[in-house]
């Protein structure tokens, strides 16, 4: 069961972003296992059991990142990361251009919420298309969201503006990806048990959007007939 992360946890990635080598981690490894890996993963079981026992069943799969950067892809990076976060969606090979839930913690901050790490234009293509066929229809999905002050709406956007159907849906048109993010400084929320409930009340409240969403791949390609 998820206690809570520790001040040592904070402590051990400021220390990790400040002494990013392979000797100065191989020393602290199993620090490394007890004060950031272990209650990460603590924290992933316990909001993934909770929230497939409140939301049902949707194929999900929970995954913890990997602290070691790939070394085909350093080209001079450190050779860990010094943030870590979990995931929860259905498998896919391409999980970039898929919807997916996650929390992430770094030295100064974390961060949870709903969204595409890069999301495919074919895809964004298809939300738009979505929206000029059903306008109302997405403007009922987003209402929620003038209603609370945990999540915000961020991603890079067209310079160009593309002309959406109503004024509501105009942030969402002009996408090219996309998250439904809260983010906050460290504190002492972080070190409670409290915090694994407040992820699943946010992941729950975002599960209407991810029910949305995650059809897109099967809408036809709007730029093909």
Not at 37 to 42: D, F, G, H, K, T
Not at 47 to 75: N, P, S, W
Not at 105 to 121: D, F, M, R, T
Not at 128 to 136: E, H, T
Request: net charge neutral.
């Amino acid at each position: 069961m998820f206690e809570g992360f520790s001040p040592r946890t904070i402590d051990f990635m400021w220390n990790l972003r400040f002494n990013n080598r392979k000797p100065w981690f191989e020393e602290h490894k199993e620090e490394y296992r007890r004060v950031l890996l272990r209650p990460m993963r603590e924290l992933e079981y316990e909001v993934f059991e909770r929230l497939a026992g409140q939301c049902g069943d949707r194929g999900f799969i929970h995954k913890t990142a990997r602290i070691y950067r790939d070394a085909r892809r350093l080209h001079g990076s450190d050779p860990y990361r010094d943030h870590l976060w979990f995931s929860i969606a259905r498998p896919s090979e391409e999980w970039t251009s898929t919807p997916v839930f996650w929390f992430e913690l770094e030295p100064e901050s974390w961060s949870y919420g709903l969204g595409y790490y890069q999301a495919k234009p074919v895809t964004m293509s298809k939300l738009r298309s979505r929206i000029d066929k059903a306008p109302k229809q997405f403007e009922k999905l987003i209402a929620p969201l003038e209603k609370q002050e945990e999540f915000v709406l961020e991603g890079p956007e067209y310079v160009r503006k593309k002309t959406a159907p109503t004024p509501k849906t105009e942030k969402w048109y002009n996408m090219k990806s996309f998250s439904l993010i809260h983010s906050q400084a460290n504190g002492t929320e972080l070190f409670s048990p409290e915090l694994a409930g407040r992820l699943v009340r946010g992941f729950e409240f975002l599960m209407p959007f991810y029910d949305y969403f995650a059809t897109l791949d099967a809408d036809p390609d709007p730029q093909i007939g």
